[in-house]
């Protein structure tokens, strides 16, 4: 079973989701699936002891099938009449307050041209597809709640990992098959995670002698995101860490090793073009420390555009856990 079938699964035996559970994973705010609810009819099919509001997975199925139409650009009406009508005759019962249906209007087809316009996500977690909808939306609050649910439940490394890298890395193909089309979709996830990161993550530790680790984008790039997250979950551990952003000069990096000491230093390379092996033998081969106990800071190339182009002693981890795991042991030997 799929993912989704077993999210669907899990929905029937837990007796159903709450509107902000329904909400989450959708991707939208609580607000939006109460007004589907009171202007289109799309609500649950029951409630339960108490008036509690739950949804099973036909009315989750339906709402999905909402979200879908919307992004293809059809007006909410129109789209929830069309949900509606796939569902048949066991849909959810209107809201007496709500606005008439049309008699029988037939459905309003899919836009052809418009057609295909959601991520292709593949088999991911179900927030995956919560954010990758609100992203498509431009949607900043519902962005908002979700990302800061998704980090606050499962820590920054699983959040990173499991739901955003999956939804960058598909808003990313998204715009490269689509000849530059949605690559404000990706600007506006990419922002939104960056605010969360620092939102969410601790305060950085306090320096400690030989225990700081820099982190810092390579001359010629500026794909910063990565090491923001890896610097939150340093922070995360209470690890001190000194962040650099993009593009660094050679030699404001090599004054930054020698003022700080650090324990390890985190070179990201995004494009084989950027990454420089010279660059991070030179920095590994640095020494800082009273005479007689002089040390040298672990050099982690960090990024696919080291791919190939190993440098020895020099680590390359190939996510955020492997990288966590690495500057830990730096920091402790």
């Known amino acids: ?35 589907w609810d009171r202007r289109y009819g799309l609500g649950p ?27 293809t650009g059809l007006p909410p009406a129109e789209a929830a009449r069309l949900a509606l009508d796939e569902a048949g005759p066991d849909a959810a019962p209107r809201d007496p307050d709500a606005a008439p249906r049309e008699g ?10 418009r057609a295909g316009t959601g991520l292709r996500l593949g088999d991911v977690r179900q927030e995956c597809r919560g954010v990758a909808r609100a992203a498509l939306r431009l949607d900043a609050a519902a962005l908002d709640d979700l990302l800061r649910a998704v980090i606050e439940e499962h820590g920054l490394v699983a959040a990173w990992t499991e739901v955003i890298m999956p939804t960058l890395q598909a808003a990313g193909r998204k715009w490269e098959i689509s000849r530059e089309r949605y690559v404000e979709v990706e600007h506006f996830l990419s922002w939104h995670v960056s605010g969360a ?8 530790a306090a320096d400690r002698s030989g225990a700081t680790t820099v982190l810092a984008c390579v001359p010629g ?5 990565p090491l923001e997250v890896l610097a939150a979950a340093l922070a995360e551990r209470g690890l001190p860490v000194r962040m650099f952003g993009g593009a660094l000069p050679v030699e404001s990096l090599v004054t930054v090793v020698r003022r700080t000491g650090p324990a390890a230093v985190g070179l990201w390379a995004q494009s084989r073009n950027t990454a420089s092996r010279p660059l991070a033998q030179h920095v590994a081969a640095m020494e800082w420390g009273v005479r007689g106990a002089r040390r040298k800071p672990l050099v982690l190339t960090l990024g696919p555009g080291w791919a190939g182009q ?3 002693g020099s680590p390359h981890p190939p996510g955020l856990a492997e990288a966590v795991a690495v500057v830990e042991s730096a920091v402790l030997r």
């Open 221 to 225: 790039e500026n794909h910063t995101l």
């Open 104 to 113: 029988n209007a037939a459905p309003v087809p899919q836009p052809a041209a």
């Open 310 to 312: 190993a440098v020895p």
């Open 45 to 71: 099919t029951a409630h339960t002891d108490g008036r509690h509001r739950r949804w099973t997975a036909e009315d989750l199925a339906r709402l999905e099938r909402m979200c879908a139409l919307t992004a």
């Open 197 to 204: 990161l620092r939102r969410h993550a601790p305060p950085v």
């Open 1 to 35: 079973m799929n993912k989704n079938g077993a999210d669907r699964a899990g929905v029937r035996r837990g007796g159903g989701l709450t509107t902000g559970e329904v909400a989450r994973r959708l991707g939208v705010a609580p607000t939006t699936v109460r007004s």
